[in-house]
């Protein structure tokens, strides 16, 4: 994340995760920061990391209309059986939230 995105979240607790061991150890020292809303933004493999631990509720995704090249995605079979509220809608986005229980997405990423 570049210096301005990071500026902008200025006011909220921003965790790095250098490695996936972090997530464990921060999970174990501060159980009460996951009760409250907090945003993961990341790859593929820390987003997979999330659902796999079962410590997302909900996932607000922007599905871009147009393709792009990338080595990237975040595989949509994680939010198989949720709920979904389309939010916004134009010609080149939809805006989603998904609502669900992780307890069936442990699927990891192949």
């Excluded at 999330?50 to 147009?66: N, P, R, V």
């Excluded at 090249?69 to 916004?88: A, C, Y």
Aim: glycine share 8%; aromatic share 14%.
């Amino acid at each position: 994340m570049g210096h301005r995105t990071f500026r902008d979240f200025d006011g909220r607790t921003n965790i790095l995760f250098t490695n996936f061991e972090e997530l464990e150890q921060l999970y174990a020292l501060h159980k009460e920061w996951w009760d409250r809303e907090n945003y993961v933004i990341g790859g593929a493999k820390t987003f997979a990391r999330f659902f796999e631990k079962q410590l997302i509720k909900s996932a607000l995704i922007t599905h871009i209309k147009k393709s792009y090249e990338g080595d990237t995605v975040l595989p949509l079979r994680f939010l198989d059986g949720w709920s979904h509220q389309l939010i916004r809608e134009t010609e080149e986005f939809r805006l989603v939230v998904y609502t669900g229980s992780t307890s069936n997405t442990s699927k990891g990423l192949n």
